[in-house]
């Protein structure tokens, strides 16, 4: 399945990325590394993560290494 991320999305990822590499010196590619990986899980299972908004089936996924989470939506197509 495609995954696609909102121009938002994008736009925090962004800057997470920037704020963990200038922060956090020991492992600076540890975010986007979970992220990706986060992405290709979602792409291979969309129905990944737990059930956070039941009416429109949007579904959270905690990267525990970094604390963030990654909200999706299943769509026909598309994630």
């Known amino acids: 399945m ?5 121009a938002q999305a994008e736009a925090q990822v962004e800057r997470i990325d920037a704020w963990w590499r200038e922060n956090r010196q020991a492992a600076p ?7 990706e990986q986060a992405l290709t899980a979602l792409a291979e299972t969309p129905s990944l993560g ?10 959270r996924l905690l990267l525990k290494r970094t604390g963030y989470s ?4 299943e769509e026909p197509e598309r994630v």
């Not at 495609?2 to 909102?6: D, I, R, T």
């Not at 990654?70 to 939506?73: D, H, I, M, N, P």
């Open 2 to 6: 495609k995954v696609e991320l909102s």
């Open 50 to 59: 737990v059930r956070y908004a039941p009416k429109r089936d949007i579904r």
């Open 70 to 73: 990654v909200y999706s939506l």
């Open 29 to 35: 590619n540890l975010f986007a590394e979970e992220l």
